[in-house]
């Protein structure tokens, strides 16, 4: 692992320009190997959850959480990598002029996360075969959310698999969407938003809204490693009717709202509002305890 060979400007330059920023490789063959082995090594301890992706309308493939005690390489990639990520991350606020700011370091931003109920370990390991892809998607998991999120290729494209892009979209306020398609090499990781960035136009910088996903795996065995910043209250992510349903028990729901729709926070509601209660039937099915409208 080589983070201080890890140009820091030409990363925020090309998340700039492009919405993504190829970093490495960091992790060795080995490593990339080692990790992957973990992916079906029977130690279910390391996983807190498996998600089939087809079950809940995702896609095709699947992935699994990491649980705390997360494994180290992961854990000191997380630190060391929110550092410098935390320093673009307040510029883009700062630009976009949202009041949030982050810690220059992770502790106290997971501290943050944990206080609102946000407890649960987002780090993932993620496994398609020929056929499967993943729909275009944002990592939301609760209130608080890290804008700026790595994925590590730990398959060797051409040799492992073919096919299964990550891709990259851009929702520009009344203009056409732009897709970015990005090519990784094994050990490498991808630096890209979680949900949305800011863009200079020609009027001044405005906001896209950001989606990612991988294209279809077209052979062989694709790996990844996924690391997000922010810790989850819930493993549903953001869906595309615009709320995240995050948990419900008993006649309680608490909703957070999308960030398209400009809402932010989180509210309880005893009787769901309606966009929940489709959300509700939507995500119907999934093998999680929901509330039943
Ligand atoms: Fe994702």
């Given at each position: 692992m080589h983070l201080e060979a890890i140009d820091w400007t030409q990363v925020s330059t090309d998340l700039d320009a492009y919405g993504a920023a190829v970093i490495g490789p960091l992790l060795s063959t080995q490593q990339c190997g080692d990790l992957v082995r973990?992916?079906?090594?029977?130690?279910?301890?390391?996983?807190r959850n498996r998600v089939v992706m087809s079950r809940h309308g995702y896609g095709r493939g699947e992935y699994k959480y990491f649980a705390y005690p997360l494994p180290e390489i992961i854990s000191e990639l997380r630190t060391k990598l929110y550092e410098p990520l935390s320093a673009i991350a307040n510029d883009w606020n700062d630009v976009l002029k949202i009041d949030t700011r982050y810690p220059s370091t992770h502790r106290p931003f997971l501290d943050r996360c944990h206080q609102a109920g946000q407890t649960r370990a987002t780090p993932l390991l993620l496994q398609y075969v020929a056929g499967d892809f993943n729909c275009l998607h944002q990592d939301l998991y609760?209130?608080?959310?890290?804008p700026l999120q790595i994925a590590f290729l730990l398959s060797a494209p051409d040799?492992?698999?073919r096919g299964g892009e990550l891709v990259l979209t851009e929702q520009r306020p009344r203009m056409q969407s732009r897709a970015e398609v990005v090519h990784v090499n094994q050990g490498q990781g991808v630096i890209f938003p979680v949900h949305h960035r800011p863009v200079q136009g020609a009027r001044g910088i405005y906001r896209v809204t950001m989606r990612h996903g991988v294209s279809r795996l077209r052979s062989g065995t694709r790996h990844t490693l996924g690391i997000i910043f922010h810790d989850s209250q819930s493993d549903i992510p953001q869906m595309d009717?615009?709320?995240?349903?995050?948990h419900a028990a008993d006649d309680e729901c608490i909703a957070v709202g999308s960030v398209d729709q400009g809402f932010s926070g989180s509210g309880k509601h005893s009787e769901p509002p309606r966009h929940l209660k489709s959300a509700a039937n939507a995500i119907r099915g999934a093998d999680l305890p929901l509330w039943n409208p």
């Open positions: 973990l992916y079906d090594s029977g130690d279910e301890n390391l996983f609760g209130e608080h959310a890290f040799r492992d698999f009717f615009g709320w995240t349903l995050l």
